[in-house]
């Protein structure tokens, strides 16, 4: 069969795969000027860094079929994520753990002396939390809240936490112990040779023909028995029923010689301070030696129409338009709508792998019965 796919990200990107090898043939087409989607990296051409151009990618599972997946297209030097921030002038380590409690009263406690401060610092008095900030602060209480959260969540989604659901804290969100590792997965890793390049590999088949600069238009529908889209999923449909939420990121650049923060992600708490993080990445390479550095100011904002769409926002109204979406997409039956822009939702890559393969098992029993 002859099967279209509609961007070259890493949800096509495993679907043309998954099908080239059961014998269809497989156009895959990007409207960018390169494959692998969000996760492209690419060298800096003044100091060979390797650059990711759309924000910092780790690669972290606890899968082992998306372990082993992945690790035939390319090696995986290992990674650990540690993300320190800045609020008040001061450097703390994130996610809130013993040294973070430690250095943010400047005490010396002992996990259950922590775990008996947060308790009494905790606001009590909220039973039913009704939204983010009530969560929060019924699990960690005000100051910590405000030092850790509440600055940063603001400018990350554009709107006063009270605005946000109480269901994206779900735990309480505290080590009460020195393990400062941001993923608990059982691997993390950073490929040797970049995104890139595992996309390379995984696009490397007789049966698939990559095109990139080429935006999709309807009238390709009638060359091929099945499209596989990982467009933006009210995109597809005109936007008949309105726009779906998205927040953009903008990233400002700097190349200078020597260090700038000695650490891959520095995050920023303050509110009046107009970035969420600066991420340096040679740190993302600790096994390559490099003399200058590249880091990248990172700011959020409402998405136009015109921008990259990030972070799907998910608040009430674009949950009232996605399922209008969704019951669409349910009747058209040789299109199968994938990935984070196909489905409207936050996946990181691993997630994005696993489902892309267990659509492809889907798509493969469509294509049996055409
Ligand atoms: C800032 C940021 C940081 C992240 N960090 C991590 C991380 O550390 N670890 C992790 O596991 N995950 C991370 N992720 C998630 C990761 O980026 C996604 O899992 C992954 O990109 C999803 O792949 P995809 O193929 O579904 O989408 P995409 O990578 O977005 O690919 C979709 C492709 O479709 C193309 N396209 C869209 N419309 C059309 C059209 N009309 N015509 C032609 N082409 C079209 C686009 O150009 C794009 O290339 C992060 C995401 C963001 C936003």
Not at 48 to 66: A, C, L, Q, R, W
Not at 178 to 198: A, C, E, L, R, V
Not at 199 to 212: G, R, T
Not at 231 to 255: A, M, N, P, V
Request: glycine share 6%; hydrophobic share 30%; aromatic share 14%.
């Amino acid at each position: 069969m002859k099967v279209l796919i509609v961007g070259a990200g890493f949800t096509g990107a495993v679907i043309a795969r998954e099908l080239a090898n059961n014998g269809h043939v497989c156009h895959i087409i990007d409207q960018r000027d390169h494959i692998a989607g969000n996760c492209y990296t690419q060298r800096d051409k003044d100091t060979n860094i390797m650059e990711h151009i759309y924000g910092p990618h780790i690669f972290h599972t606890s899968d082992e079929e998306v372990w082993e997946y992945i690790n035939n297209f390319g090696e995986f030097y290992p990674y650990i994520n540690r993300v320190k921030t800045t609020y008040n002038g001061e450097v703390y380590s994130l996610p809130i753990n013993l040294h973070t409690i430690n250095q943010f009263y400047k005490k010396s406690f002992s996990p259950s002396q922590a775990k008996k401060w947060i308790e009494q610092i905790a606001d009590n008095k909220i039973e039913e939390p009704k939204n983010f900030e009530e969560q929060a602060l019924k699990f960690i209480g005000k100051d910590l809240y405000e030092a850790f959260f509440k600055g940063y969540t603001k400018k990350q989604w554009g709107c006063d936490p009270k605005k946000l659901p109480a269901s994206i804290l779900k735990r309480l969100p505290v080590r009460f112990n020195y393990d400062d590792n941001y993923f608990s997965h059982k691997y993390q890793g950073i490929p040797k040779d970049g995104y890139t390049s595992i996309i390379e590999k995984i696009l490397e088949h007789e049966n698939i023909k990559v095109q990139i600069n080429t935006s999709f238009y309807k009238d390709m529908i009638k060359d091929y028995d099945h499209i596989v889209w990982t467009g933006k999923l009210d995109e597809w449909f005109d936007y008949s029923e309105g726009h779906l939420g998205y927040r953009t990121l903008d990233f400002i650049k700097y190349t200078e010689e020597g260090d700038y923060q000695g650490t891959a992600v520095m995050n920023y708490g303050n509110e009046k301070v107009p970035y969420t993080r600066i991420s340096e990445h040679k740190y993302f390479t600790p096994w390559e030696k490099h003399e200058k550095t590249i880091y990248f100011k990172e700011y959020s904002r409402e998405c136009g129409v015109d921008d990259i769409p990030y972070y799907p926002i998910r608040l009430v109204d674009d949950k009232t338009i996605l399922e209008k979406y969704l019951q669409k997409a349910e009747r058209e039956k040789n299109v199968t709508f994938a990935g984070r822009l196909g489905t409207y939702s936050y996946m990181d890559m691993d997630v994005t792998i696993k489902e892309a393969l267990t659509l492809s098992k889907n798509i493969l029993k469509k294509l049996d019965r055409i």
